[in-house]
């Protein structure tokens, strides 16, 4: 089966400093991948190249079995969206922002499917609200209600729990998996949680300093680590 | 004061019983402030997106501190420069369109554009930037994101409106530079006061500045009314 992304030699810097530098890296499809590690590890940036937002100092990246070079085109940016830590929502009602990526996409935007997601994360009822008087935790269910409702290839979620309550951390674990293996849709996700990490993912990452340190099945990346750095950070040590 | 109050009463009496000829006149403002807008804002509403969402364009350093200097432009220079420019020896003379409202408009948009373009341009750099990222990774194109960004910065975006029809209905170098104040053709209500002033005739003055304080109350009303219904109050 052809991965859903293949990455070689890719590095991205800012000026002088390197913030990603990963040999390699490939993303089975339908795979959900955890990303674990400290703040500052590269993880957020890796999801902005894996979303296109930016494209690598160096390096290759395949998609689905075909070389990006330089800008991706319009069509393959559509297959994947990012939940962000800190969602931006549009001075409208809360439906008109869960619909936004439809509109933009000109997909049809009456068939259900803004009020089935509404629904789904209990924001039925402030539908009509503006979205800018929400909590963050409303504001992060409609982000990825809004996400979810454009039905993309590849779910990025940049710390998506870390508003939420118990509740919700739950819903959207329940949702995540079943976009999975419903959808087949190929999930990464960035999470300091690392028990969220083991719940989810079949593989997990632990990134410091912009490098990959261990990727491994997530059972054995938890139960059998490889490398001291993993070790350390998962006791709760401070990794550097 | 006495003069005042007795020139407003006046006023009164002939706004009252308005003539054809004070009709035109108010016409003719309006076409000319609201035509030199439209285009104004056509042109300047795109550029200035362009330019606040181009955080790192080329020569940056340069473009905005000219367009915060065309925004404090004195309108009787724009005046002088359109009329050189419109002169039979200037380069656009084969137009015909000095003394005509044709001229008058090519001035006013000249005052109106940087205005449009420098606080749309701020109104769109107000905008948290990771609003267009997020867009962008909703499948927006670049004209899509722009067109977004635009309507979030809608509240500043109207502000520019509301500043550059200002700036325009009550200018009065400009247009008596370019159009030459001639009676049915090219008086608009800011040069009729100026030469109603110098004639003495304060009553038919202070009329012409009734009206144009209303036209410019009426028109800010319906901006601010549209501002609140934007959400800001």
């Not at chain 2, 067109?147 to 008596?176: F, H, K, N, P, Q």
Request: aromatic share 6%; charged share 15%.
């Amino acid at each position: 089966m052809t991965a859903t992304y293949e990455l070689t030699d890719i590095r991205h810097c800012y000026g002088d400093r390197c913030v990603v530098d990963i040999p390699t890296l490939d993303v089975p499809k339908g795979e959900i991948l955890g990303l674990v590690g400290p703040s500052g590890a590269g993880k957020s940036t890796l999801l902005r190249l894996l979303d296109f937002l930016e494209t690598p100092t160096q390096g290759r990246i395949r998609f689905a079995g075909t070389e990006i070079d330089g800008d991706a085109s319009l069509a393959t940016r559509r297959d994947v969206t990012t939940v962000f830590q800190r969602p931006m929502l549009l001075k409208r009602s809360v439906a008109a922002n869960v619909r936004v990526g439809r509109k933009l996409r000109g997909l049809d935007t009456k068939n259900g499917c803004t009020e089935q997601w509404l629904d789904r994360l209990g924001l039925t009822d402030l539908a009509d609200a503006p979205a800018r008087t929400l909590s963050a935790g409303e504001a992060q269910r409609v982000a990825l209600a809004r996400a979810l409702v454009i039905e993309p290839s590849v779910l990025l979620l940049d710390e998506p729990t870390g508003n939420l309550d118990p509740y919700n951390v739950g819903l959207l674990e329940e949702i995540v998996r079943s976009e999975n293996s419903e959808r087949g849709t190929t999930i990464v996700i960035v999470t300091h949680d690392v028990f969220q990490a083991r719940r989810l993912a079949d593989r997990t990452g632990l990134m410091v300093a912009g490098r990959m340190v261990e990727l491994a099945d997530t059972e054995a990346f938890f139960s059998a680590p490889q490398q001291p750095q993993t070790a350390a950070f998962l006791r709760g040590d401070l990794l550097l | 004061m006495e003069t005042l109050g007795r020139s407003f009463a006046d006023a009164i009496g002939l706004l009252w019983g308005m003539d054809s000829a004070l009709i035109e006149t108010v016409v003719l403002t309006l076409q000319v402030t609201l035509v030199a807008l439209a285009i104004a804002l056509v042109i300047g509403i795109p550029i200035g997106a362009a330019i606040g969402l181009a955080r790192h364009l080329p020569g940056r350093w340069l473009i905005v501190p000219l367009i915060y200097t065309g925004m404090g432009l004195p309108p009787v220079t724009v005046g002088l420069f359109t009329y050189l420019l419109l002169s039979n020896q200037g380069p656009l003379g084969s137009l015909g369109w000095l003394f005509t409202p044709a001229g008058m408009i090519v001035a006013q948009t000249i005052i109106a554009l940087p205005l449009v373009v420098g606080l749309t341009m701020a109104a769109v750099q107000g905008v948290d930037p990771n609003l267009p990222v997020q867009m962008v990774s909703l499948g927006a194109t670049r004209r899509q994101v722009a067109s977004v960004t635009l309507l979030e910065a809608r509240v500043g975006v109207t502000a520019a409106v509301v500043a550059a029809y200002g700036a325009i209905i009550s200018e009065v170098g400009a247009v008596m530079l370019v159009g030459g104040n001639i009676e049915g053709e090219t008086r608009v209500l800011t040069t009729a006061i100026v030469l109603e002033t110098r004639r003495g005739n304060f009553a038919l003055a202070m009329a012409l500045g009734i009206i144009l304080l209303s036209l410019a109350f009426l028109t800010n009303f319906a901006f601010h009314r549209l501002q609140v219904h934007q959400g800001v109050r």
